[in-house]
């Protein structure tokens, strides 16, 4: 049996800043969220966000909330006092070329590593959303709807949806035929039916089926969105894919 440590418990009402304050409580004072933003998505880049908050009421963000139920004004807002306020913050951006080469799953996991070993000082402990994530400088637990019930976690979403949404804004006046500007790079109505009018763009993710098929590369059956089965395994192409969709 494990002893549980005193202080530690959460109770059920202690709000979004109730993990960080119980695992202060034993000792851990930089305690570090980190999730990403367009995981989803079959175009654009993948941004993970890392943050630790200080503790008191220095760290205690108005408005803060998992980046999902905030309006793009409210996620703004947010993101100022986030890195304001932060005593540390980082984001990262893998490329829809790495996304592509190693998989929706491996790259993820790759940016939320390199998003938290970006920061300084190190995080005594991280609460990552949603699943795992080996390989980090520090111990870690993974939350269920974590951007939910940690600051952190929470704050780290807004950092990567804000980034992310910005970079997409550009995206778009450079690829203005698609929307990205709008949707970001998910699938939508609109999304597919300007992939099924003009193609992939330069900047569209290739494991996708709904990319692959509008580029008119073969899809094989049992084929998911992200790509042949498994989302980390490589695109099987009918013929080599033609240097646009490259």
């Known amino acids: 049996m494990t002893a549980r440590v005193v202080g ?17 409580r034993t000792g851990l004072e930089h305690v570090a969220g980190a999730d990403e933003a367009g995981r989803g998505a079959c175009a654009g880049p993948l941004v993970a966000g890392a943050v630790v908050l200080p ?6 963000v108005p408005g803060l909330a998992d980046s999902k139920l905030l309006t793009e004004a409210a996620r703004e807002r ?31 996991l790759e940016a939320l590593r390199r998003a938290v070993a970006l920061l ?22 993974a939350m269920w709807k974590g951007d939910r019930v940690a600051a952190c976690v929470a704050a780290a979403s807004v950092v990567a949806k804000v980034t992310r949404d910005r970079l997409m804004r550009r995206l778009d006046a450079e690829h ?44 094989a059956d049992g084929d998911g969105p992200d790509g042949p089965g498994r989302p980390d395994a490589p695109p099987r192409w009918a013929t080599p894919p033609p240097q646009a969709a490259r």
């Not at 959460?10 to 202060?24: I, K, N, S």
């Not at 503790?55 to 205690?60: A, E, L, Q």
């Not at 039916?193 to 494991?207: D, I, K, N, T, Y």
Request: charged letters at 20%; glycine letters at 10%; hydrophobic letters at 40%.
């Open 8 to 24: 530690s418990t959460v109770r059920r009402d202690a709000g979004l800043y109730g993990y960080e304050r119980a695992l202060r």
């Open 55 to 60: 503790d008191g009421r220095g760290g205690v």
């Open 78 to 108: 947010c993101y100022a006092q986030v890195v304001r306020r932060a005593v540390a913050w980082s984001a990262v951006v893998l490329s829809h070329q790495e996304c592509d080469r190693l998989g929706m799953h491996v790259a993820n």
């Open 120 to 141: 300084q000082p190190r995080p005594d402990f991280v609460l990552t959303d949603g699943f795992p994530v080996d390989g980090l400088p520090a111990p870690g637990l």
């Open 176 to 219: 203005p035929a698609y929307g990205f500007a709008v949707h970001k790079g998910y699938i939508t109505a609109a999304h597919s039916a300007a992939l099924a009018e003009h193609g992939p763009s330069a900047v569209h993710r290739m494991r996708f089926v709904n990319v692959r098929r509008a580029a008119g590369l073969e899809v």
